[in-house]
């Protein structure tokens, strides 16, 4: 018996084959209203729709983002969104060859019996909204759930986050979508590196022995997770080669072949730093294209840049070509700062 005889399984492999293309990643702009909110408070802004509107129609009409950028991830409002002439945002991206993702998991609540930890929610009527995403557009996905050091993981903590990301993974697949697999193991802590690698190790053999048993197909899936560096609160910061050096043994100890690609995130890493690791990663060849789903690490300097003001859309466009054009150097292991 095949595996999965779904009839989308070609598309699958072949959209996911797109994304992870040569010299190209993701932009990730999925933030929820909330924190969306949170980033127009930083330069001043209402958090209204007609505000989150034009911060996402000034990212998504960079000219030439295309060349740099294989597919962006939307929160539910803007997958449904227009630009202010009328285009739909959809339509935007595809004449830009920029993919349309949606994020489709309803955050994060306290998980009862842990240490304080949380678990993903959204597995409730996500095969008819994947369904009806499919139709609007998208053509892959985003679940993220979190693994926090300091708090333990405890062993439920981490069952839970690969069950549901297995769970996800599969119904996505059904619908059409390439589901991002996103266990974000947070940044937060005094932890050594060490710690770190072994968490990781952990988290992604139970993501990887749950996406089995719920026969998601690997070629039609694409990961996000975190580099493998110290705690954010360790006395010591690691070199590039040494994040490097750390989040390739986790990854080819865990990940297999068959899968295309391997789209980190920034985690609150600043915007050079998120580049530098990437290329460092990309000094010699790996099995999967391994590059980025940045969110922050592409946003903060376009943020400061526009401030909000019409007249200051065309530099801050500049600013996100330049993180764009930075980050698909350091894809092909060719950026230098
Ligand atoms: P950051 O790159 O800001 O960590 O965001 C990643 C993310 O999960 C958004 O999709």
Redo the contacts with the bound molecule.
Sequence with gaps: MPIRAGSYTDELVQTAKTIASPGRGIL?I?ESSATCGKRLASIGLDNTEPNRQAYRQLLLTTPGLGEYISGS?LFEETLYQSTTDGKSFVDVMREAKIMPGI?VDKGLVPLPGSNNESWCQGLDGLASRCAEYYKQGARFA?W?TVVSIPCGPSALAVKEAAWGLARYASIAQDNGLVPIV?P?ILLDGDHPIERSLEVAEQVWAEVFYYLAQNNVVFEGILL?PSMVTPGAEHKNKASPDVVAKNTLTMLRRRVPPSVPGIMF????QSEVEATLNLNAMNQSPNPWHVSF?????LQNSVLKTWQGRPENIEAAQKALLIRAKANSLAQLGRYSA
């Design positions: 990730a999925d991830i994020k985003k993220r996103e974000e996000k995130l920034s985690g609150g789903s940045y969110a922050r690490a």
